[in-house]
């Protein structure tokens, strides 16, 4: 069941379910915590799991003057301290992955491990600081659908498109929800974070990476190229998956972060 706790002076939603050691899941850029509902269902067998909607996003507040990603860490770090959370593994989808970096690096006390999900270290380049900003004001000009019927349906592999019809209208119709300034304020949260490549060298032992094979936002090379350089890390490649690997394939998506989890925190 969700609920609502205040973090920061804003609202966040959030669901924790199951006993144990916990994982906490970030969700990516327009997406909810709803995205992650089979995986909670299967991982709170074995774990606690609190999932968020995070700032900016769903039915979360926010904080347009401050909202960056070490802010939205800030965030976490204040509901898992009222949840009585004193360390966990924490997941990261594509943007939740510049979040979970950021509360890693903030708080390595709490972060006792972290995966990567269609994510990377990496800053944005100065090409994808334009496409952001071209995406803001597609945004303030009311054309938020526009952006809804591309940007979903390409986080998946072109061959699983027409398979997870469903599933990608349901991220379509849920992120209608999320309050326009809310998304501009994260577009410009993921435009100005840190390289985060420096860091990674020192957590890389405790780091997972799961990239689809067919992701339309990180590349197959790029993706091996980040693998390549942090070989202390676990890596995992989803052969039949493009960037929503936890949906295109759940059951090896599940597999990979339980085993993990059970291995190293």
Request: charged content about 25%; some cysteine.
């Amino acid at each position: 069941m969700d609920f609502f706790i205040t973090a920061n002076g804003i609202a966040i939603r959030a669901g924790d379910t199951g006993k144990g050691k916990a994982i906490v899941l970030l969700h990516g850029y327009l997406e909810t915590m709803e995205v992650w509902e089979n995986t909670i269902t299967e991982l709170s067998k074995k774990f606690r799991v609190i999932a968020f909607d995070l700032p900016g996003h769903g039915f979360s507040g926010f904080s347009k003057d401050a909202t960056t990603v070490e802010f939205m860490a800030d965030c976490i770090k204040s509901l898992l301290d009222k949840l009585n959370v004193p360390e966990c593994f924490i997941v990261g989808h594509s943007m939740g992955g510049y979040v979970a970096l950021a509360f890693a690096k903030k708080y390595s006390e709490t972060a006792k491990a972290l995966c990567l999900f269609s994510s990377t270290p990496n800053a944005d380049t100065e090409q994808k600081k334009l496409d952001r900003d071209r995406e803001i004001e597609l945004i303030k000009a009311g054309k938020l659908e526009l952006i809804l019927k591309t940007s979903i349906a390409r986080g998946f592999a072109d061959m699983n498109v027409k398979k997870f019809d469903e599933e990608i209208f349901a991220i379509e119709d849920t992120a209608t929800i999320s309050d326009t300034d809310g998304i501009t304020a994260c577009l410009q949260a993921m435009k100005m974070r840190e390289d985060m490549n420096d860091f990674m060298k020192t957590i890389q032992h405790k780091t997972l990476f799961i990239f689809g094979k067919y992701d339309n936002y990180i590349t197959f090379d790029a993706a091996e190229s980040i693998i390549q350089k942090y070989p202390d890390a676990t890596a995992c490649i989803l052969e039949n998956s493009g960037h929503s690997g936890f949906i295109e394939e759940p059951e090896k998506s599940i597999k990979i972060l339980s085993e993990f989890a059970e291995k190293i925190f």
